[in-house]
């Protein structure tokens, strides 16, 4: 069967589904998967060198931000 972004099994009811995926250098980029939406990826443009977040409503899972921080130029 198939589960919410990609997991190997469903989640508990009350509880959402994610998967964080870092990336490989300039080769593949990160992505972040939230109750099988794609919050952030290199399709969606909103991805950067660094640390990438996605803030999240813990109660309704709705995106409040993402945002990209480039760690090495500071």
Request: proline residues 4%; aromatic residues 6%; positive net charge.
């Amino acid at each position: 069967p198939q589960h919410k972004c990609g997991i190997q099994k469903s989640c508990p009811q009350n509880h959402f589904a994610f998967k964080i995926i870092s990336g490989a250098a300039n080769v593949v980029g990160p992505s972040i998967c939230f109750d099988d939406v794609i919050l952030m990826s290199s399709v969606r443009n909103n991805i950067g060198r660094g640390l990438n977040i996605a803030l999240v409503n813990g109660t309704s899972g709705q995106l409040l931000k993402s945002e990209a921080f480039d760690m090495y130029s500071g």
